[in-house]
C-alpha cells in the first residue's frame, strides 16, 4: 500500500461499520487532535535551538509536560518525554541496574508487559536476581510473598497500576510501604492507567513510572518517564542532552502537542469513562445472561472502567476474533503483540489458568466515543458466533 494514496475509513465517529473494541492496544486519534494537526505541523522548529522558531515547539513542551505534571501531582521537571511506554519501562529498569551497584535484587510482578518482564530477562543475563511476584486467578496479588522476599538487597519492585489485559488494578499504595520499609524504590507501568482513573503518583508512593500518549487518544511516538528526584538514573539515549541529559534525540513534538491537548480535557475524563464503565457493566450483564459458560476475570476486583476480559468456554479465542472481525468488531484475544502467535496469553498463564482456558480468553476494552447502539450489535453478533463456532465444533466431534 502506498502511504501517500491511503485512505482511512477508521475514524474515531459513532459508525456501525467499524466497531473497535481494542483500546488498550491503542485508542484512536480524538477528533479534535486530528483538527489540531496541521496547526501543531506548522511549529516544525527544534525546540532545543534558541532562535524564534523554536518559540512554539519550546512552549509546546513546556506547558505539556506542566500539565501533565498537575495530572499527576509531580514537579514538571520530574518528567521526561521518551518514545513510549516501552522505552520508559526500559530506562527506569535498566537505569536503576546499572545505578545500584550494591543492591541487586528485584521483585516484578507476574503480569507485566513484555517491555517490563523482557527487560529484566536481559537483567538476568548480566547478573540480576529477579523474583515474580505471584498473582492469583482473579488478579490479586500475593502481598506475603512481597513480605517474604524483600530485603535490604532489593533495589527496585517493579509493579503496573492497571493490567492491559484484565483491567485489574494493583495494590500499589501498599507495595510501595513495603519496599520503603528495606530501602528499595518502587517503578510502576501507569500506560494503561493514563486517562482511566486518577493517578496520584506521590500518595501510591511511586518512584519512577511510564506513559504512553498512544494510549491516551494522542498519537503514537511519544512516551512520559516520570524520575522522581534523587532516585537512582541513568540515560538510555546518549546524545545532544535533550530532557536535562536524561534522554537524548529531538522531542516529538506533533505528539507531545497531542498528549497535551488531552491532558487539558482532565475535567472531561471521569464523565467520560462514567460512561464507558456503565455500558462495560451492562455489556458483561447481557454476555452472561445470554451466552451459556462465560466466565468474567477479575469481576470482584477493583478494575480499570473499560476492560472486560473473559473466556467463552468451548470457544477459541483465536477463531472468535476472526469472526467478529469479518463483522467489523475489533477485539483481542491478549496483549495485541501475542496475537497472530499461537501463544496464549502470558498474563492468563502466569495467573494460573490452563492453555487451554488462555485460548479461549476475549478481551474486549472500550473507549470514550463507543456507545450503546455499537455495543448492542457486538452483543448480536457475538451470540450468533458463539453459538455456530459451538455447533461446528459438536458436529465435528
Ligand atoms: C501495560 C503496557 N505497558 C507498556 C506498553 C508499551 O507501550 P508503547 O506501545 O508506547 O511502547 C503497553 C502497550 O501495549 C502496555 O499496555
Known amino acids: 500500500m502506498n502511504i501517500s494514496d491511503t485512505e482511512t475509513n477508521h475514524r474515531f465517529d459513532h459508525n456501525l461499520s467499524l466497531i473497535y473494541l481494542d483500546h488498550n492496544a491503542t485508542t484512536p486519534v480524538h477528533p479534535e487532535v486530528l483538527e489540531k494537526i496541521p496547526l501543531w505541523a506548522q511549529y516544525w522548529g527544534n525546540p532545543s535551538s534558541i532562535h524564534k522558531v523554536s518559540r512554539e515547539p519550546k512552549s509546546i513542551l513546556r506547558e505539556t509536560r506542566k500539565s501533565l505534571a498537575e495530572l499527576l501531582g509531580v514537579h514538571p521537571l520530574e518528567l521526561i518525554f521518551t518514545s513510549g511506554g516501552s522505552e520508559s519501562n526500559n530506562t527506569a529498569i535498566k537505569g536503576m541496574f546499572h545505578k545500584s551497584n550494591k543492591r541487586n535484587h528485584y521483585l516484578v510482578s507476574s503480569i507485566e508487559h513484555p517491555s517490563v518482564l523482557k527487560t529484566f530477562e536481559y537483567l538476568k543475563t548480566l547478573g540480576a536476581e529477579v523474583d515474580y511476584i505471584p498473582v492469583n486467578q482473579e488478579g490479586v496479588f500475593d502481598l506475603e510473598f512481597v513480605k517474604h522476599k524483600i ?6 519492585v517493579s509493579c503496573m497500576l492497571a493490567n492491559n489485559e484484565t483491567g485489574v488494578i494493583s495494590p500499589l499504595s501498599e507495595i510501595s510501604k513495603l519496599a520503603h520499609s528495606v530501602g528499595a524504590y518502587v517503578h510502576s507501568d501507569c500506560v494503561q492507567a493514563l486517562g482511566k482513573i486518577p493517578i496520584h503518583l506521590e500518595e501510591l508512593g511511586i518512584d519512577m513510572a511510564s506513559f504512553s500518549a498512544h494510549k491516551f487518544y494522542s498519537l503514537k511516538g511519544t512516551g512520559v518517564l516520570y524520575h522522581k528526584r534523587g532516585v537512582p538514573f541513568q540515560n ?4 545532544g542532552g535533550q530532557e536535562r541529559s536524561r534522554r537524548s534525540g529531538t522531542e516529538n513534538i506533533l505528539s507531545i502537542a497531542s498528549l497535551g491537548y488531552m491532558v487539558s480535557k482532565k475535567d472531561q ?4 469513562n462514567i460512561k464507558v464503565k456503565n455500558l462495560r457493566d451492562d455489556m458483561e450483564r447481557e454476555i452472561i445472561s445470554s451466552i451459556s459458560d462465560v466466565r468474567i476475570i477479575g469481576l470482584t476486583q477493583n478494575r480499570l472502567p473499560n476492560t472486560s476480559s473473559l473466556f467463552i468456554d468451548g470457544v477459541d479465542g483465536e477463531t472468535l476474533l476472526m469472526n467478529l472481525d469479518m463483522h467489523g468488531i475489533c477485539v483481542s484475544t491478549g496483549a495485541a503483540c501475542s496475537s497472530g502467535s499461537q501463544e496464549p496469553s502470558p498474563v492468563l498463564r502466569a495467573m494460573g489458568y490452563s492453555r487451554q482456558e488462555a485460548q479461549s480468553s476475549l478481551r474486549l476494552s ?8 455499537q455495543i448492542e450489535y457486538f452483543l448480536e453478533t457475538l451470540k450468533k458466533v458463539v453459538l455456530r463456532i459451538r455447533s461446528i465444533k459438536e458436529v465435528t466431534l
Do not use: P
Open 366 to 373: 472500550l473507549g470514550w466515543l463507543n456507545n450503546e447502539s
Open 236 to 239: 538510555l539515549i546518549h546524545g
Open 269 to 272: 475524563v471521569l464523565e467520560k
Open 151 to 156: 530485603s535490604n538487597r532489593t533495589a527496585m
